[in-house]
């Protein structure tokens, strides 16, 4: 039972550096999320995509682009990595939103900006 | 506008123990859905319980449960003769039903479960 996936776990940038965060889901989920995580806080949404060929912004889109490149597989991408984004990542996943039922989350990633 | 509101930043409590973690919530709708989260010093997200706004029976799972109060805005949980294992932060949710991707999340409660 792999449910959600994430990829890499740990991660360290330089400042202005990009990567890409894979998550993928195997649970056939319509809908899709990337959440960041910091001290103290609840969980921001950055963006979602609700279905197949489609994505939104939701909260924190500042900074990220996102990729829907299947059902099964939504990416995040740091073009420019700022101090600021440091944080963890979530990736999740749901049936079709959360009328339906839950979230399903993935490990984390946790990145690192210097 | 919706918020979710769990005052309690950190509580201890001695193993064996009852505990009930708070939460408030605000929103102006009258379908919405209410959610509680485990995150165990590990980090993973793990679901708990998810209650819609039409149903306000309580709902217990073992030593957890949970008392939802429409009169008060309030859905908290409970946890009968805590363990160590319960050892993490718990976070409350709330998805109005004109929102369906859109989860605002509370701070979370620390909890820490002495031997």
């Known amino acids: 039972n792999a449910g959600v996936t994430q990829t890499p776990k740990f991660q360290v940038l330089k400042t202005g550096q990009s990567m890409t965060l894979q998550c993928a889901q195997d649970m056939n989920h319509n809908s899709m999320y990337w959440y960041r995580q910091d001290p103290g806080m609840g969980l921001r949404l950055i963006y979602y995509?609700?279905?197949?060929?489609?994505?939104d912004k939701g909260e924190v889109p500042n900074g990220y682009n996102v990729s829907r490149l299947n059902k099964r597989e939504f990416s995040l991408r740091l073009e420019s990595a700022a101090p600021s984004q440091t944080s963890v990542y979530f990736c999740a996943s749901s049936v079709q939103g959360l009328r339906t039922g839950e979230l399903f989350f993935g490990e984390g990633s946790r990145l690192t900006v210097l | 506008a919706q918020k979710v509101t769990q005052a309690q930043t950190e509580i201890s409590v001695v193993e064996k123990e009852d505990v009930t973690l708070d939460c408030v919530y605000e929103?102006?709708?009258?379908?919405?859905?209410l959610f509680w989260y485990k995150q165990p010093p590990s980090g993973e997200l793990v679901f708990l319980i998810r209650r819609n706004s039409f149903d306000e029976q309580n709902e217990i799972s073992g030593r957890y449960s949970w008392n939802f109060q429409k009169s008060t805005s309030s859905f908290n949980f409970t946890i009968t003769a805590s363990q160590v294992v319960d050892s993490a932060v718990y976070f409350c949710a709330l998805s109005e039903a004109g929102s369906n991707y859109q989860l605002i999340w509370g701070a979370g409660t620390k909890l820490i479960i002495k031997p």
């Open positions: 995509s609700a279905s197949e060929g489609t994505t």
């Open positions: 929103t102006r709708d009258t379908t919405y859905y």
